[in-house]
């Protein structure tokens, strides 16, 4: 009865209004992307996605991002209505595949030049970084090299503070110690065993940060 009534005007109504039997309104989110000779298209995305959804979603976006959001939704329902198991992840996974299987027969192509006993490595190595450059096209490996750099800056910066801690304390408690010595007049600094404690590991931080950071020194000392 409502189509009836929109076929007075100059226009019919589109393919969503038509499978949804509601009046085509001038302002139809869905007019400009599901036109009437295509019914298929929007009786698909509805399946897979709901009406409500599909308009809710087209009226989040931009005009201008609109057309390609209809045309991945009727391409993803499309495939999920081929596979309902994947959907589009089975293409995916399918596309997926070729490339694992052509990266490594290129490598395996490349790695002839190499000893026997190194080619398989090779591959590998190959193989992996391919894959890292399909995930980031723009810095592929180096990316990964890039982030695991930042992890160990940031990890040695904490390091060297709890080398710092503990020197710290333990310079406190060599200072306690050779205060009470000094008091005692019995060992000498160097034979205290609080100055044995300090490891070497430490004790060359402690030149590194004395020849880094000249007042560290009195710093330290100073408690
Ligand atoms: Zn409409």
């Given at each position: 009865m409502?189509?009836?009534?929109?076929?007075?005007?100059?226009?019919?109504?589109?393919?969503?209004?038509?499978?949804?039997?509601?009046?085509?309104?001038?302002?139809?989110?869905?007019?400009?992307?599901?036109?009437?000779?295509?019914?298929?298209?929007?009786?698909?995305v509805?399946?897979?996605?709901?009406?409500?959804?599909v308009?809710?979603?087209?009226?989040?976006?931009?005009?201008?991002?609109?057309?390609?959001?209809?045309?991945?939704?009727?391409?993803e329902a499309?495939?999920?209505?081929?596979?309902?198991?994947?959907?589009c992840?089975g293409?995916?996974s399918?596309?997926?595949?070729?490339?694992?299987?052509?990266?490594?027969?290129?490598?395996?192509?490349?790695?002839?030049?190499?000893?026997?006993?190194?080619?398989?490595?090779?591959?590998?190595?190959?193989?992996?970084?391919?894959?890292?450059?399909?995930?980031?096209?723009?810095?592929?490996?180096v990316?990964?090299?890039?982030?695991?750099?930042?992890?160990?800056?940031?990890?040695?910066?904490?390091?060297?503070?709890?080398?710092?801690?503990?020197?710290?304390m333990?310079?406190?408690q060599?200072?306690?110690?050779?205060?009470?010595?000094?008091?005692?007049?019995?060992?000498?600094?160097?034979?205290?065993?609080?100055?044995?404690?300090?490891?070497?590991?430490?004790?060359?931080?402690?030149?590194?940060?004395?020849?880094?950071?000249?007042?560290?020194?009195?710093?330290?000392?100073?408690?």
């Amino acid at each position: 009865m409502k189509e009836n009534g929109r076929k007075q005007g100059a226009v019919s109504p589109c393919a969503a209004c038509k499978l949804l039997r509601r009046r085509c309104a001038p302002d139809c989110v869905f007019a400009p992307y599901f036109p009437a000779d295509e019914p298929q298209k929007f009786a698909n995305v509805h399946r897979v996605f709901g009406a409500s959804n599909v308009n809710k979603m087209l009226q989040e976006l931009p005009f201008h991002q609109r057309g390609d959001a209809v045309s991945s939704m009727v391409y993803e329902a499309n495939a999920r209505i081929r596979d309902p198991v994947y959907g589009c992840v089975g293409a995916i996974s399918s596309l997926q595949q070729q490339i694992d299987v052509l990266q490594t027969q290129l490598a395996v192509a490349q790695a002839e030049e190499l000893p026997m006993h190194q080619r398989g490595d090779a591959v590998s190595s190959m193989v992996y970084e391919a894959n890292a450059r399909v995930r980031d096209p723009v810095y592929g490996c180096v990316g990964a090299i890039s982030s695991l750099q930042q992890q160990i800056d940031v990890l040695q910066a904490q390091l060297a503070l709890a080398q710092a801690e503990v020197v710290h304390m333990r310079m406190r408690q060599y200072s306690d110690k050779t205060r009470v010595d000094h008091h005692q007049g019995t060992s000498s600094p160097e034979n205290s065993p609080s100055s044995k404690i300090v490891s070497s590991q430490a004790k060359s931080l402690f030149m590194d940060m004395v020849v880094d950071q000249p007042n560290m020194e009195e710093s330290l000392w100073s408690c």
